[in-house]
């Protein structure tokens, strides 16, 4: 199960990041007590959280050695081990009881290469891959990375399905007139003008119009209208339109820009994911720092050490699997 399914299990996550933490004193040992203490669902998902790190902890490190000794050996190791091999061969490698939980581990960390639930989408990019297509009726769209969509393009309509991730779309005019949309899990942007920028976000899509209008229209909400350089975040019943919405800076990673105005520095992690192939976490209190500038997202490596060398954090790499940004200590 992973863990945006599991709430239990993602808040024990975020404890074990705090308790690692240099901040964690008896006031945050007695906070995490209280939740262990409030629900049978806290124990038990803490519980597994243990018992998934002590028997990942062997076969993990059998893995980076072979990658010391042998580069490449890694990526070889995870891949074959997410194909799902017999489970005698697992053992071989990997040793007893840790080959489902390490075959499940690698599977994530595959995942966050190639991203396995958008393998049959009609265009999708790789982790750090941005891509340009063509689409039938001569639109330009433009993908993140790890994007994915599908098209229905018919008699009466174009329609893009944004499977995952962030487009940008340059629309071209139609001579029969169709209208062009782009569909969400929480409903439909449909376009009025010619450029437009929409990413699908946990729970909620985001849209931008960069040229001319947009028209929003949620799965069971009432529908908004936005007029060129305005922006809105909607779910299925509700929109809201964004005060301010600098649609150069949103449209920056198209040139493979972050451009960060007054960004938290959990909105910066939010936009390195995509181009980070290992699991990055950001401890909550670090994710509420203000950052400002403009980073290649090509080199995110760079970026975590530029952000080390101009905030008040430290960065922590379990060689490239795993990256923890949290509070420097003082």
């Keep these: 199960m992973s863990l945006a399914a599991d709430p239990a299990l993602a808040a024990a996550a975020d404890w074990a990041v705090r308790l690692q933490s240099p901040r964690a004193d008896a006031q945050m040992q007695g906070a995490f007590a209280r939740w262990l203490a409030a629900d049978a669902a806290h124990r038990a998902a803490w519980d597994r959280l243990q018992a998934a790190e002590r028997l990942l902890a062997a076969p993990l490190a059998r893995i980076r050695a072979a990658e010391q000794q042998q580069p490449g050996q890694a990526a070889s190791a995870l891949q074959a081990l997410a194909a799902g091999p017999s489970r005698r061969g697992r053992r071989a490698v990997l040793g007893g ?17 190639t991203p396995l639930q958008t393998l049959a989408a009609q265009l999708r990019t790789a982790t750090g891959e941005r891509r340009t297509a063509v689409l039938p009726d001569g639109s330009e769209l433009t993908l993140n990375a790890r994007s994915a969509v599908d098209m229905h393009f018919a ?6 399905l944004l499977r995952a991730g962030e487009i940008l779309v340059q629309v071209a005019d139609d001579p029969t007139g169709r209208p062009f949309a782009v569909q969400t899990a929480q409903g439909r942007v449909q376009a009025w003008g010619t450029r437009l920028l929409v990413r699908q976000e ?3 899509t985001r849209a931008t119009a960069l040229a001319q ?5 949620p799965r069971s909400g009432a529908a908004e209208t936005l007029e060129e350089g305005m922006g809105a975040v909607f779910d299925a019943t509700r929109v809201r339109v964004l ?11 198209t040139e493979g820009l972050l451009d960060a105005r007054d960004l938290s520095l959990g909105e910066v992690v939010d936009a390195l994911r995509p181009y980070h192939a290992g699991l990055l976490r950001v401890d909550p209190q670090a994710a509420r720092l203000r950052i400002f500038g403009v980073f290649a997202l090509d080199r995110p490596q760079r970026v975590l050490q530029d952000l080390v060398d101009t905030q008040p954090i430290r960065v922590r790499q379990w060689g490239s699997l795993v990256t923890l940004i949290e509070p420097r200590a003082a």
């Design 97 to 113: 009881g840790a080959a489902a939980v390490a075959a499940c581990a690698a599977a994530a960390l595959v995942n966050r290469h």
């Design 155 to 160: 008699a009466g309509e174009r329609v893009v």
């Design 202 to 204: 946990d729970g909620c």
């Design 213 to 217: 209008g947009l028209h929003l229209v």
């Design 243 to 253: 005060a301010q919405v600098d649609a150069t800076a949103q449209a920056a990673w």
